[in-house]
C-alpha cells in the first residue's frame, strides 16, 4: 500500500459542498444528534482525565455543530470557530483561517479538527500537524479520512473521497511527536497536565 495517494482536485468549499455534506438529511455526514453523542465522550473523558476546559477552538467548524455541544457541557468556556471556507465565514460568521497558519495568543484547552487535514496536501498536511501542537495544551480531538478507511470502514455514499489519501500509518509517524492517542480520535499533547497510565494510551 502507498502511504499517499493524491488527487488533483481543487477544492471547493462552496454552497454546493455545504448543502451537500451538511445541509441535506440524505447526505450530510453528520447531525446535531450525532455530534452530541460524539460530543458526550469527548468531554467526559476529558473530565475522567481532570483536563479542564475553558477555551476550545473549533477549526474547520463548518456549520457550527460543535459551538452548542461546548456551550452545553462547558457553558463558561470560550468558542472560537474557524473555517477556511469564505461562504461558510459569510453564512455563519467565522473567522476565515487555514490549520496551516492559524495562529493564537493563547493555546486552546480543545482543539476540534473534523475532516480537515484530508484535504492538504503533504507538505500542508505536515504543518497542520506541527501547528495544532502549537494550538493546544491540553488535547485534540482529530477525525480525518485514511486511505484504510475509503476502502474498508467509510459509507461511500456520504463521504468525499475526493481528498488526498494517506494511509493511517502516515498520521501516526507525524502525531506521535507530539502528542499521545488516547483512542477515540482523542490525543493528548506529551506535556499536558493529565496523567495517563500505560494501558489508557494505544501503541
Known sequence: ??????????????????????????????????????????????????????????IGCGTGLWRQEVRRHHPSARYVGVEKSAYACRKYGWEQGCLTTYRSKKAFDLVICNDVIQYLNEAEAESAIRNLAKLTRAAVYLKLLTLEDWEHNCDRTVTDGQVYMRSASWYRERLKRDFLACGGGIFLKKDAPAVLYELETLA
Not at 481543487?10 to 447526505?27: A, Q
Request: include cysteine.
Open 1 to 58: 500500500m502507498n502511504d499517499q495517494i493524491s488527487t488533483p482536485r481543487k477544492f471547493s468549499f462552496d454552497k454546493g459542498y455545504y448543502r451537500k455534506y451538511y445541509e441535506d438529511p440524505r447526505t450530510r455526514v453528520a447531525d446535531g444528534t450525532s455530534c452530541a453523542v460524539l460530543a458526550d465522550f469527548i468531554f467526559s473523558y476529558l473530565r475522567y482525565l481532570e483536563v479542564p476546559v475553558a477555551r476550545v477552538l473549533d
